[in-house]
């Protein structure tokens, strides 16, 4: 493993790709805690260190800016819109026939989408600042009443200050992008997915000491232990697939010929990907926030639905919470897996060119058995992700922890995720330059 990490920085581009990476990425923790303007930071680090910070939806952000939410940041937004508008932006090929062409078109197509995308990310950005800043000046962001500094996050709560808050932010999220095209451009590609793992990542250190802390080492070595056991898991099922045979009939093209190769299908376990956990967590967050706009300010009792709501669908150690969370991870794999897989679209792509699968005849019983394939294999890979979301909401009930721990959900789909790809392009990369990869 030293002799392969040599080999990385005695090649010269290589080197140069990983060192622009690094740059690119210290300037992105750097923006994470720099404080926007007419941001109050002694009352924000006041109420950091004195509250368990947010849940829910917000809390996903915040894990996903790497701690910058709560800090108001510049780069308080982080990834989230773009990762926002990706998904609606693939939402929208099933109900706007023109993305779906343009999804079809190949590099030119796909280069428009990107445009939307981005265009989409930047209202978003809009938007979710908008939202940010009133629940700052609200005194709500962090979940508290009890700490005086809580209500008191920025200096100055004027329109203009509000609006100049607003487009910092906003310009952070456009900056943001940038740097991830940078990435991807110059250094060792998947911009976006890095920064995600660099926020995630930035925040294990401080999960991991307050474990210490409230717990002790004997409960922080039990869970780093099972950390290393989840994280072999989630490698495991992450490289799992069902490959489905294909062969290509032979055809004649003048005095050429083409096909005749065998060559398969890799149909993952979890195609998903961390997006029916993004869903859930946002549904569920629906709740909390009507609950949260419907409580008296007065002092007086809330009504009986609110009371309900507060107490079964607002903490995630609640039973009600973790059933429902894991229900909704399930539906919403297989509604994202039936969006981005097309079993008649890909069995009319194999009719095209002349593959078949073995035994079963082209066209519509092509369709129907991949569809058969594709709903069997999504049924454990959703029990996979419901289990896997479920462990921040058990380590919440027993440690003590938030719903960000770090060896579950979200953060460690999206750390194995793209470590995994990661590894690949650069051992890719190796492989071009020395006939050897990462490892021997």
Same mark, same amino acid.
């Given at each position: 493993?030293?002799?392969?990490?040599?080999?990385?920085?005695?090649?010269?581009?290589?080197?140069?790709?990983?060192?622009?990476?690094?740059?690119?990425?210290?300037?992105?923790?750097?923006?994470? #805690?720099?404080?926007?303007?007419? $941001?109050?930071?002694?009352?924000?680090?006041?109420?950091? +260190?004195? /509250? *368990? %910070? !947010?849940?829910?939806?917000?809390?996903?952000?915040?894990?996903?800016?790497?701690?910058?939410?709560?800090?108001?940041?510049?780069?308080?937004?982080?990834?989230?819109?773009?990762?926002?508008?990706?998904?609606?932006?693939?939402?929208?090929?099933?109900?706007?026939?023109?993305?779906?062409?343009?999804?079809?078109?190949?590099?030119?197509?796909?280069?428009?989408?990107?445009?939307?995308?981005?265009?989409?990310?930047?209202?978003?950005?809009?938007?979710?600042?908008?939202?940010?800043?009133?629940?700052?000046?609200?005194?709500?962001?962090?979940?508290?009443?009890?700490?005086?500094?809580?209500? #008191?996050?920025?200096?100055?709560? $004027?329109?203009?200050?509000?609006?100049?808050?607003?487009? +910092?932010? /906003? *310009? %952070? !999220?456009?900056?943001?992008?940038?740097?991830?095209?940078?990435?991807?451009?110059?250094?060792?590609?998947?911009?976006?997915?890095?920064?995600?793992?660099?926020?995630?990542?930035?925040?294990?250190?401080?999960?991991?000491?307050?474990?210490?802390?409230?717990?002790?080492?004997?409960?922080?070595?039990?869970?780093?232990?099972?950390?290393?056991?989840?994280?072999?898991?989630?490698?495991?099922?992450?490289?799992?697939?069902?490959?489905?045979?294909?062969?290509?009939?032979?055809?004649?093209?003048?005095?050429?010929?083409?096909?005749?190769?065998?060559?398969?299908?890799?149909?993952?376990?979890?195609?998903?990907?961390?997006?029916?956990?993004?869903?859930?967590?946002?549904?569920?967050?629906?709740?909390?926030?009507?609950?949260?706009?419907?409580?008296?300010?007065?002092?007086?009792?809330?009504?009986?639905?609110?009371?309900?709501?507060?107490?079964?669908?607002?903490?995630?150690?609640?039973?009600?919470?973790?059933?429902?969370?894991?229900?909704?991870?399930?539906?919403?794999?297989?509604?994202?897996?039936?969006?981005?897989?097309?079993?008649?679209?890909?069995?009319?792509?194999?009719?095209?060119?002349?593959?078949?699968?073995?035994?079963?005849?082209?066209?519509?019983?092509?369709?129907?058995?991949?569809?058969?394939?594709?709903?069997?294999?999504?049924?454990?890979?959703?029990?996979?992700?419901?289990?896997?979301?479920?462990?921040?909401?058990?380590?919440?009930?027993?440690?003590?922890?938030?719903?960000?721990?770090?060896?579950?959900?979200?953060?460690?789909?999206?750390?194995?995720?793209?470590?995994?790809?990661?590894?690949?392009?650069?051992?890719?990369?190796?492989?071009?330059?020395?006939?050897?990869?990462?490892?021997?």
């Amino acid at each position: 493993m030293f002799s392969a990490i040599a080999r990385i920085f005695r090649t010269p581009d290589l080197r140069q790709k990983i060192l622009f990476t690094i740059g690119i990425i210290a300037l992105y923790r750097l923006g994470s #805690n720099v404080p926007a303007p007419f $941001v109050h930071f002694p009352n924000v680090e006041q109420c950091l +260190a004195t /509250t *368990a %910070g !947010t849940d829910g939806l917000l809390g996903l952000v915040n894990l996903f800016s790497g701690g910058a939410l709560l800090q108001l940041s510049i780069f308080a937004l982080g990834v989230m819109p773009y990762i926002t508008a990706t998904i609606i932006t693939q939402l929208l090929r099933v109900v706007i026939p023109h993305f779906e062409t343009l999804h079809k078109e190949g590099q030119a197509g796909q280069s428009k989408l990107t445009q939307y995308t981005r265009y989409l990310t930047i209202a978003l950005a809009l938007l979710q600042s908008s939202t940010l800043v009133t629940v700052a000046r609200s005194g709500q962001l962090f979940g508290t009443t009890d700490v005086a500094a809580c209500q #008191n996050l920025l200096t100055n709560d $004027v329109w203009w200050a509000q609006l100049l808050i607003i487009i +910092a932010m /906003t *310009a %952070g !999220t456009g900056l943001i992008m940038w740097f991830a095209e940078l990435v991807t451009e110059r250094g060792i590609g998947n911009g976006m997915s890095l920064l995600i793992f660099t926020s995630i990542s930035a925040t294990f250190p401080s999960a991991m000491w307050g474990i210490w802390e409230a717990r002790g080492f004997e409960t922080f070595l039990l869970v780093l232990v099972i950390g290393i056991v989840v994280m072999t898991m989630v490698v495991y099922v992450e490289q799992s697939q069902r490959r489905v045979p294909v062969q290509y009939a032979k055809r004649m093209v003048g005095r050429r010929t083409y096909g005749g190769t065998n060559t398969y299908i890799p149909i993952k376990v979890n195609m998903a990907g961390v997006i029916p956990i993004i869903f859930a967590s946002s549904l569920l967050y629906l709740p909390m926030l009507l609950a949260q706009f419907n409580t008296p300010t007065d002092g007086s009792e809330p009504p009986a639905w609110v009371a309900w709501i507060s107490t079964y669908l607002v903490s995630g150690d609640q039973p009600l919470y973790m059933a429902v969370y894991f229900l909704l991870i399930i539906g919403f794999t297989y509604f994202y897996v039936a969006i981005t897989f097309n079993p008649v679209e890909v069995a009319d792509n194999m009719k095209k060119y002349g593959g078949f699968i073995p035994g079963i005849r082209a066209g519509r019983p092509t369709a129907e058995y991949l569809d058969y394939v594709i709903t069997r294999i999504t049924f454990p890979g959703s029990l996979y992700l419901g289990i896997v979301a479920l462990i921040p909401l058990v380590a919440l009930a027993t440690v003590q922890a938030n719903q960000n721990f770090p060896f579950g959900g979200a953060s460690i789909l999206i750390i194995v995720g793209v470590g995994l790809e990661t590894v690949k392009q650069i051992d890719a990369q190796l492989q071009q330059r020395h006939y050897e990869g990462l490892l021997r």
